[in-house]
């Protein structure tokens, strides 16, 4: 009579190991989707930082000199490969605040006709890009966290899926332009 109870008691504890497993799995799954909806969003909030950057160094507001710093910038950060995308995103970053560090300049955008919708708008996107890094990070903080631990690693629950990457790089908003993000 304890053979049948101990083989119930064995199957009961697999059962409980297993639906704990394909707990962990889904949960590991749910978090690299979110990896990639936030790297989904990360990107169009990049891209969008650089388009309108960019909008503005041809819109003729800006003098020559910081027309073609910011023009270059937003062009590389555009084209840049994945391997080379987080350094031209810095230096979008820093051709910002070369170009909008004082609020004089900023002005002077304002001041031209659309200049103040386009200002707008860069304040904006400057601003929404490190949100969107920032949960990118989180998320793959805390896929990582989940892929350390010896169950996930043992059992391959990660399965193919590549160990998820931050993304790093300088997002710091020129002064100027981070008082006037508003919405």
Known sequence: MDLPLTLLWIVVALVLVGVYLSWTAGRLDRLHTRIDSSRAALDAQLLRRASVAQELATSGVLDPAASIVLYEAAHAARQAEEEH????????SQALRAVFGESD???E???APGG???AEELAQAVRRVPMARRFHNDAVRAARALRRHRKVRWFRLAGHAPFPLAFEMDDVPPA??????TG
Do not use: F, G, T
């Open 176 to 181: 100027a332009l981070a008082d006037r993000a």
């Open 85 to 92: 995308r987080e350094v031209a995103e810095s230096e979008l």
């Open 109 to 111: 955008v304002r001041a």
């Open 105 to 107: 300049q900023v002005e």
């Open 116 to 118: 103040e919708e386009a």
